[in-house]
């Protein structure tokens, strides 16, 4: 599997990030808040797309908030393997949006242990359903 974060994994138009917050189910898995949908239609020949927020409430720097989207981006990047095995030979593309909801910067490890967790989590919500 192509370990690279490609622009067409990532989840953009506001029309999709609209219809992932009107409708997606929500996880939980701290410091992470996921919200995820299942869609019909296939954008981009992705088996899941991304979309990573950080809120401009709780980091008033950009540039924090930079680094923390940076060290989020490069966590799913690394780990992003145990969710596209979830979706192999699915009929559907999974969406899903991640929140930063802590109060402080964390280190890249504390993020990717976190991403690991949140990951996991999310693949076996996904195949519950």
């Known amino acids: 599997m192509d370990n690279s974060f490609k622009k067409s994994e990532r989840l953009n138009s506001k029309k999709g990030i609209s219809i992932l917050f009107e409708k997606g189910k929500s996880l939980f898995s701290h410091p992470y808040r996921a919200v995820w949908i299942k869609t019909e239609e296939i954008q981009d020949e992705v088996p899941v797309q991304i979309m990573i927020s950080v809120s401009k409430r709780n980091f008033k720097k950009a540039v924090d908030r930079n680094k923390i989207k940076r060290y989020m981006r490069e966590a799913y990047r690394i780990q992003k393997s ?46 519950n359903k």
């Open 82 to 127: 145990i969710i596209w095995d979830a979706q192999q030979d699915k009929q559907y593309q999974l969406q899903f949006g991640l929140m930063y909801i802590d109060k402080e910067i964390r280190d890249f490890d504390f993020h990717q242990k976190a991403m690991e967790r949140v990951l996991k989590k999310l693949s076996k919500e996904i195949s």
